[in-house]
């Protein structure tokens, strides 16, 4: 009986399942934590590692890219076939901090499996999930035969995505000749749930501000003063209250411009998962649903603009009163962006938006952090097709698709490259992503790399070089 | 040529004018800080100091009263006239805390004299003005021949006015059938200008408190749940949007229940002052004067009810940002009040309406802290009249009318006691109340102690015993 190509790709899975995962062990136990600088060395060690693994994996190329702060990690192993399309995979080598007392049952940097899971930090944010594609790519070889894959594939995982990914943008900016691909596989998020197997098609954008609000020269006695001048905290608070109408819609004029609104298609498709709002709640660790009407929860979180407060400050906030009426107020807002809205509009917007509407006599300063933009692949896009295609083999089952209410650093790729952003990941919610006791499920793990091994294959079959 | 009364009061401030400036020097040279517990024996000395020296001065009985706090000091000096009124005199003998370091020009316990001018802590708040009343006293004895007051004179001179009277409301209530009176006289207030000498009518009451909000359990990531569930930062910016109409009233229903309105006379009155709005607002050190429509700024501080947030805060207020939706938010709101307003009314229609306002999936806790009620004589009031005319023969013009836009503990004496209260100072806006330098301008000092001569014999005079 000879082995249909999937078969062929399990067993070679079956057969490599044990190196591979003593291989991850290996790296998870670096503490590759981004944020604390005692790391920086276990930072630099963790891209060496990797370096060092996908040049035993095959790939021809495989160098530590040095930024200003941790190093990145750059692979490539071209295609016979020039006609194929590139693709770029990025993920992360650097972890969130994590210690044995925050409430691990095991230590994080001490890898071990326990009911068919594997606990420690990184294993599924984002080091396993970076790590399945070199099984994928063996396997892929493997089952049909190839001595180079059938795309051109790139890979650039990032160290510092843990902590804001600070010199992500020119690091792309500066390579961006070699990093030029028709698509960005981002392995870097997850699905709906061990059952559900989804494909993730954007990422909410992200604009982030803080506007200071002054209005007396300093604390001033609110009993001699009160009623009779302007008080910064009740002026910034009046600017939040009206940042979104009655309808929860937000109310900068202009905001909406743009906005690439949800399909039919795309509406029926996300009504389709499984959706328990209790439970959603509960992971909320909130005690009720509520947004922009006309829309439902995960439409809300996926799919549409948003202004939240992150942070309001002013005044006396310790213990007790303090009858003073405060120098100065301030607020921190961020903005989750959709497809079609633009970061300096939303700049603009904003700041005409504050100035119009606060009273003589409070002077405001507006500070914007460096923004991120939204990403979305249409359904039909032929890349897309081939990911759900190639996790349908893996997994058996349909796979749906959702999208990530987050903002990430894929979203550089998009604009320097000019490529669209795929989703590629197979962590669940129980991971505990930031959280203790990380884990990744191993049946996961195995079927992302199984996905990875249909997808190159796929890719190259059904989208020639769309460049 | 035979004396008048008031120049024989003139001629007895003179001459022991340099015996009642070194006694209140070496008073002052107490640090009697009751906000800090290492000063809490000088807070004791101070007491026994004061109930000395009004021995001295002849009052017949003098005390020190124990609290639970720091210790108060009481004294009386009955009439002869058993129909005559009688008059507690209120103040304090605690201060501010004050260190050279803080800007002072000379060490703020080492009284000195500077340009007719003595500076030292507590020489306006409060110990001056309460001592020009031993002066006074003595004047009024010389100048009409009398071995005892004309009225039943009562002082009660508390110990923890700066750190918000904590225990005078029960010391009050404990003593309020040796406190009995007819008229409450508070020497802890200022005066329009050195120009322009004015009573004050009256003070805004004070209501207090914080009301909590609680959103999800704990701060939950913006991106993956924002805009789907309510924020506790929006919800308490909402909360303070809504305080406040259009129109700059308060837009609590009910808020103005009872408010004893401004007469025409009382208009008339205040517009006559030399009011200077740019000059009010520097020493407002705000840009803009802003507040309840059809009202005046003076108006608005001494006569009109107000709800001022002292304090806001929730979520991440430090550098940078955090894409957080905060578990909670808080704000503090005080409400000083006029007359005619009651305080459980005031926190029954606050928390109704805080109530009513909270979206779903918030939970609140509002807490108020004890409260201050206004106090106001009107203008017709005999005992004002008298105190009117006293400080009008002192100072030797036109008296004019001023209210307080903050709130003080006298509220507590005119609450158990069933007395009007009335306010007799001399300190002027410049005296630095608080602040380094503080000092008393001599020449108004010693027009509190004629002022005070001559409103004895007045209000027995003018004010037969009214209970
Ligand atoms: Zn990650
Ligand atoms: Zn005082």
């Known amino acids: 009986m000879s082995q249909t190509p999937d078969s062929a790709v399990r067993t070679y899975i079956d057969q490599h399942r044990t190196a591979f995962l003593d291989d991850l062990a290996e790296w998870l136990r670096i503490p590759s934590v981004s944020a604390q600088p005692h790391h920086a060395l276990d930072v630099r060690r963790s891209a060496d590692w990797l370096a060092g693994k996908l040049k035993e994996t095959g790939f021809p190329t495989a160098e530590v890219w040095q930024t200003p702060g941790a190093p990145a990690v750059y692979a490539e192993w071209p295609s016979d076939d020039p006609a194929a399309p590139t693709v770029l995979v990025y ?63 790139k890979l650039l995982i990032e160290g510092e995505e843990e ?18 691909a028709d698509a960005v596989i981002v392995s870097d998020t997850g699905m709906w749930s061990e059952d559900t197997p ?37 002026a910034v608070a009046r600017l939040v209250a009206a940042l979104h109408d009655e309808q929860g819609r937000v109310a900068v004029p202009g905001f909406y411009d743009g906005v690439v609104e949800l399909t039919d298609r795309e509406r029926e498709l996300f009504a389709e998962l499984p959706f328990d709002e209790q439970r ?40 007790g009163s303090k009858t003073v009426i405060p120098a100065s107020a301030m607020v921190k807002l961020s ?24 009273p003589a006599g409070i002077r405001h300063e507006i500070a914007f952090s460096p923004g991120t933009r939204p990403c979305l692949t249409p359904l ?31 979203a550089d790729l998009q604009d320097v490259l000019g490529a669209p952003v795929l989703f590629l990941g197979i962590s669940v919610p129980s991971d505990g992503w930031h959280a203790p006791n990380e884990k990744v499920e191993l049946d996961l793990l195995l079927k992302g790399a199984e996905t990875g091994a249909y997808l190159w294959g796929d890719l190259a079959a059904n989208w020639r070089h769309a460049r």
């Not at 829309?295 to 407060?309: D, G, I, N, S």
Request: charge should be neutral; glycine fraction near 12%; aromatic fraction near 8%.
């Open 335 to 358: 903005f989750r962006l959709v497809a079609g809205q633009d970061l300096d509009h939303i700049e603009r917007i904003v700041r005409a938006w504050a100035a119009d509407r606060l």
């Open 163 to 180: 902590s804001g990914s600070p010199h992500f943008r020119a690091l792309v900016e500066e390579h961006a000749g070699r990093l030029a």
């Open 91 to 153: 993920g992360h080598h650097d972890v969130q901090p994590a210690a044995r007392e925050d409430g691990w049952d095991s230590e994080p940097f001490e890898p071990v499996v326990r009911d068919n899971r594997l606990y420690a930090r990184g294993a599924a944010d984002d080091k396993g999930q970076i790590f399945f594609h070199t099984l994928g790519v063996r396997a892929h070889l493997a089952a049909t035969g190839r001595s180079v894959p059938a795309v051109h594939l």
């Open 280 to 319: 959603w709640l509960r992971t909320a660790k909130s005690h009720a649903a509520q947004g922009e009407a006309g829309y439902t929860t995960l439409e809300r979180v996926w799919a549409r603009p948003t202004a939240e407060v992150n942070g309001i400050g002013g005044g006396y906030q310790g213990a």
């Open 380 to 410: 039909d896009h032929p890349a897309l097709q081939s990911v759900a295609r190639a996790m349908g083999r893996a997994f058996g089952t349909t796979v749906r698709f959702t999208r990530e209410g987050g903002s990430g650093p894929a």
């Open 198 to 234: 989804t494909v993730c098609t954007g990422m909410r954008g992200l604009a982030e501000c803080e506007i200071r609000l002054y209005g007396p020269d300093q604390d001033i006695h609110s009993g001699s003063f009160g009623g009779a001048v302007p008080n910064p905290a009740t």
